[in-house]
């Protein structure tokens, strides 16, 4: 009797040590640093897998993401939300991405990562998230206050009118900055965009490391010199939502120009060497992001789109316009070329 006592206490002991050891599981998750959901449910996430997150911010998309390819040879996550379709083609030549096995990755998606994906828009393990427009924001009570009309095109922009009226964010570290640079390539042909960005420059744009500090220091919106920014469609909405006095009217709106409208897809991978012991939650965390829940909290946390069909809008989401039409390169384009457009752009705008 004593005997099975004993052995039924080791046998319990060692359970819950078993238990204790997988509830402290670390789950390392790389994320841009506008990552953002709720922390109720984050917390839930951890109960429901037995892990522990921890979230790095690695800087703006381009940062991050060079922090994963500089970190390869050992890996500094498990798995990786923010790569974006924009990103997607310098992910894949890196070979940091580990093949998807998830239900998330065979499911129909709103949006897809690249041209050449199926209806789940996965390519090369790449899971497909969230989409947004990177275009450009404007503040209504600065235009109205100089009583200066609206730009109607990009070369209207490149006019003394709107001299030093700019501020755009560095396609080198930063995924809209990226974003709104090939929507100038694929809207106005590559000659004329960089025709256009040299026009720029000697107009006064303004370029700085990432949106954050676009949006939140150099908008004039905060407080800032410049009245138009590279933005997002969503970012009007996002106006209401945190607006002190509780407007319902956005003090922000959108110019959605022939050339200057890109649709951002964000998503989210295994990181290739990562954890083995931490794999099963990192699949866990993809199928997560791609929950009904998060995909709503998405959406007034880092203000994209859902792209899990069937997800509803929230109702602030109206105050935020999905453009008619925006601007696309295919995979082939975005891989062999846009390593050489970016140091073109550097190297018109920059230097």
């Known amino acids: 009797m004593q005997r099975r006592w004993f052995v039924s206490v080791v046998a319990a002991v060692a359970a819950l040590a078993a238990g204790a050891a997988q509830a402290q599981t670390a789950l390392r998750v790389m994320t841009h640093s506008s990552f953002d959901l709720p922390k109720p449910l984050l917390a ?3 109960k429901d897998a037995g892990v522990k997150l921890q979230i790095v911010k690695g800087g703006d998309a381009g940062e991050m993401l060079n922090k994963l390819i500089l970190s390869k040879a050992a890996p500094v996550a ?10 997607l083609p310098r992910a894949l030549a890196a070979g940091i991405v580990d093949s998807y096995p998830g239900a998330a990755g065979k499911r129909n998606a709103v949006a897809v990562m690249a041209d050449s994906a199926d209806r789940s828009g996965v390519v090369g393990g790449v899971v497909p998230v969230d989409y947004g427009f990177v275009n450009l924001n404007i503040d209504k009570a600065w235009f109205e206050k100089k009583g200066l009309a609206l730009p109607k095109s990009l070369q209207d922009l490149a006019t003394p009118a709107y001299r030093d009226l700019l501020v755009v964010s560095n396609p080198a570290t930063s995924s809209p900055g990226q974003a709104f640079m090939l929507a100038t390539i694929a809207g106005l042909g590559e000659k004329a965009a960089f025709d256009w960005w040299a026009q720029m420059r000697a107009n006064g744009v303004k370029v700085v490391k990432g949106w954050s500090e676009a949006y939140y220091t150099e908008f004039s919106r905060n407080g800032g010199s410049r009245p138009i920014v590279v933005s997002y469609a969503t970012s009007p909405a996002a106006e209401v939502f945190y607006s002190k006095e ?3 009217t956005p003090p922000t709106a959108n110019l959605f120009l022939t050339g200057g409208v890109f649709r951002q897809v964000e998503g989210a991978a295994l990181i290739k060497g990562g954890n083995p012991a931490a794999r099963e939650a990192a699949v ?11 995909q709503q909290a998405l959406q007034t946390t880092m203000w994209m789109y859902p792209v899990e069909p069937g997800v509803a809008r929230d109702p602030v989401m109206q105050h935020a316009q999905e453009p008619a039409t925006f601007e696309a390169l295919p995979l082939k384009a975005l891989t062999e070329q846009a390593a050489g457009w970016q140091q073109r752009w550097t190297q018109v705008v920059l230097k």
Do not use: H, M
């Open 44 to 46: 839930q996430f951890e």
């Open 284 to 294: 866990k965390f993809i199928e997560f992001l791609r929950s009904a829940p998060a």
């Open 78 to 87: 498990d798995v990786v939300y923010g790569i974006d379709n924009t990103l």
């Open 246 to 248: 509780k407007i319902t």
